[in-house]
C-alpha cells in the first residue's frame, strides 16, 4: 500500500503536539507517503503551513471552518491570501455549512461560504467543503463558482445528490465511517460513485476507523480506510492505494515525485 495520500488530516490539532514527528514516522512506515493538513481556523491555517515547511512530506490547506464563519472579516480574507501563496498550500477550506451544530448563523456560513469560493477562484485553487446536513444549499452555492474544483470531505449524503455533484465536477473523499459497523448506507453511497472520482482522508484525530474506534485518529490507519474501499468497490488495496493517490494529485495539482527532489 505504498505511496497512499491522506487528503484531509488535522496534524495541525493540539492533541498532537506531543508526539508529531512519532505520528508522522508511523504514517511513512504504513506507506502514507503525503498527508494533507487542513485549516479550520487563521492559527491552525499557518500552524498547517508551518508543519509543511517543517515536513516535506506534509501539505496545508488554508481556510475557516463554517463553526467560526462569524469570526470572517476583510482582515481574515487578506491573511488567508497571504498564506495561500505559499507553494505548499494546494487548496482554500475547509470551508462549507454545518446545519447540524449551528455554530454560526446559517445565512452567514452561506456568506463566508461564498466568500472563500470567490477566494479559491481568484486564486485559481480547489476548495475542500465541509457539507453537513446542509446537501442542497451546499450545491447551489457551488453552482455559483463553476470554475472552482470542490472536493466534498468525509461525504455522508445520498447517493442522489452525489450525482448532482458529479455532474459539477466535483470529487469526494472517504474516511473511517466506511469501516464503521452500522455504516451500511455509507457503504452503498461510496460503491456508487466512481473510483475515480475519490479520496483517502483520515479527519484524524477524529473519526478514528475500526477497529480503533475510541482512540485518537492519526494518517497510519489510512490503509484499514484503503482495504474497506477496496472491498466496496471490488479491487485489490493497492490499486485503491494507486488509484487515490493518482485522484488526490490530480484535484489538487501536486508537483510530481520528480519535481519536488
Not at 189 to 217: F, M, Q, S, W
Request: glycine fraction near 6%; proline fraction near 6%; hydrophobic fraction near 40%.
Amino acid at each position: 500500500m505504498a505511496g497512499m495520500i491522506d487528503s484531509h488530516a488535522h496534524l495541525n490539532d493540539p492533541r498532537f503536539q506531543s508526539d508529531l514527528p512519532e505520528v508522522v514516522a508511523r504514517a511513512q512506515e504504513a506507506g502514507v507517503r503525503h498527508i494533507v493538513n487542513v485549516g479550520y481556523d487563521l492559527a491552525s491555517s499557518q500552524l498547517a503551513v508551518e508543519l509543511a515547511e517543517r515536513f516535506p512530506g506534509l501539505w496545508a490547506v488554508v481556510g475557516l471552518h463554517p463553526h467560526d464563519a462569524r469570526l470572517w472579516d476583510d482582515q481574515l480574507r487578506s491573511q488567508l491570501k497571504d498564506l495561500a501563496g505559499h507553494p505548499k498550500v494546494l487548496a482554500i477550506g475547509e470551508t462549507g455549512l454545518d446545519y447540524y451544530y449551528d455554530n454560526s448563523p446559517r445565512e452567514t456560513q452561506r456568506e463566508v461560504f461564498r466568500r472563500q469560493l470567490s477566494l479559491a477562484e481568484e486564486l485559481d485553487l480547489p476548495c475542500v467543503i465541509h457539507s453537513r446536513e446542509a446537501a442542497q444549499d451546499t450545491l447551489e452555492i457551488m453552482r455559483e463558482y463553476p470554475q472552482v474544483r470542490c472536493l466534498l470531505h468525509c461525504y455522508s449524503g445520498s447517493l442522489e445528490m452525489a450525482d448532482l455533484y458529479l455532474e459539477l465536477g466535483c470529487y469526494f473523499s472517504f474516511g473511517g465511517p466506511i469501516t464503521f459497523q452500522n455504516a451500511n448506507r455509507l457503504r452503498t453511497v461510496a460503491a456508487g460513485i466512481p473510483l475515480e472520482r475519490i479520496l483517502l482522508e483520515t479527519d484524524c484525530p477524529y473519526l478514528t476507523p475500526h477497529p480503533h474506534r475510541g482512540k485518537r485518529n492519526e494518517p497510519a490507519y489510512l490503509g484499514l480506510i484503503a482495504e474497506k474501499l477496496g472491498e466496496i468497490h471490488g479491487v485489490s488495496v493497492e490499486e485503491v492505494a494507486r488509484i487515490t493517490a493518482a485522484n488526490t494529485r490530480q484535484f489538487f495539482r501536486m508537483p510530481d515525485e520528480e519535481d519536488q527532489k
